[in-house]
């Protein structure tokens, strides 16, 4: 393999830039020649290619977000949009491709394998950790710290003034960042997609828990199914106007920030194996880290399954919180 292309795709998170220099410097050392897609699979098709070398990866491990850009194409899901990307890739002379993205990505990816034979090797870069085939995505270890950040800085205002907050975080179909950062906040309830939300039983819990307690925080994962924080917040307000309630949308601040050392490192190892998958003639699979091994994934198995969530950690949250 003579030469290769790598590119950021979809939702941005911590670490794609390590994973990204890991990538460059591996196939630098391999002597092979990259190439850098700016905007995702949008600079596919507009012929967005620029060339890298070990240099230009020079003093991104620690930078959030991507240098090369990222963004969602509705275009590459058309049949002429793929085409236009295939015409650029053989034009560049590109015998492989190193994907960072998260769901949607390996979608296209394997879309385009019907019509491609150029091999892709992707690395799970999305904050939600939704990706089966990896213990840990790129950018999961710094979301839930900063949740957790964020949230402590709640908790003390929250204390002085004896309020009851319900924050958001993102999850949109996976409550695994609510999970882990409620459960490192002590967070009095943790609401999440994969399980029915009972606003009934919340109050009761609430009514329940220890006089003393002033302060009280929920998690609410967005897609929770009774309809995110506010709706949440109001239905409990009616049953417990007693309470000074808030409501906290923490947002895109958990896409940003400089990586932690965690994510660093399993980006760098997820990168550099995704080079030496190419060439050991691997193709349309994700590099994961299961029990600290590196493990590689068939996309269609990596984007059609949702880990389970531990109903262990769930019943610990109900016992810690009293």
Do not use: W
């Amino acid at each position: 393999m003579k030469k290769i292309a790598v590119l950021t795709s979809g939702g941005d998170s911590p670490g794609m830039n390590a994973c990204l220099r890991a990538v460059v410097r591996t196939a630098v050392y391999h002597k092979i020649e990259v190439m850098g897609i700016m905007h995702g699979y949008n600079g596919m098709i507009k012929d967005e290619f620029i060339k890298m070398d070990a240099k230009s990866v020079a003093s991104i491990i620690n930078r959030g977000g991507t240098i090369l850009k990222t963004a969602r194409s509705t275009e590459f899901m058309t049949t002429e949009g793929r085409d236009k990307a295939l015409t650029n890739l053989k034009k560049h002379g590109i015998e492989g491709v190193v994907i960072i993205g998260g769901d949607g990505s390996f979608k296209g990816a394997l879309e385009f394998s019907t019509m491609c034979d150029i091999p892709f090797v992707g690395c799970p870069g999305t904050i939600d950790n939704d990706l089966q085939g990896t213990d840990f995505t790129i950018g999961y270890d710094t979301a839930i710290n900063t949740v957790v950040e964020a949230v402590d800085k709640i908790r003390d205002t929250a204390e002085s003034h004896d309020r009851l907050f319900f924050v958001e975080v993102m999850g949109r179909d996976a409550g695994l960042i609510a999970l882990r950062a409620g459960i490192g906040v002590g967070a009095e309830s943790i609401l999440i997609p994969e399980t029915k939300t009972d606003i009934d039983d919340l109050v009761v819990r609430l009514k329940n828990k220890r006089k003393s307690k002033t302060s009280k925080i929920i998690i609410v994962a967005e897609g929770d199914e009774a309809g995110g924080a506010f709706k949440i917040a109001q239905e409990v307000k009616k049953q417990l106007p007693e309470y000074d309630t808030r409501v906290t949308i923490l947002g895109h601040i958990q896409r940003g920030g400089n990586p932690s050392a965690m994510d660093r490192v399993n980006s760098s190892r997820m990168g550099f194996a995704a080079v030496e998958a190419l060439m050991q003639g691997k193709k349309n699979c994700m590099v994961g880290i299961i029990n600290k091994k590196i493990e590689y994934t068939p996309f269609e198995n990596a984007v059609k399954h949702n880990p389970e969530l531990d109903p262990d950690l769930m019943r610990m949250v109900n016992i810690l919180s009293m």
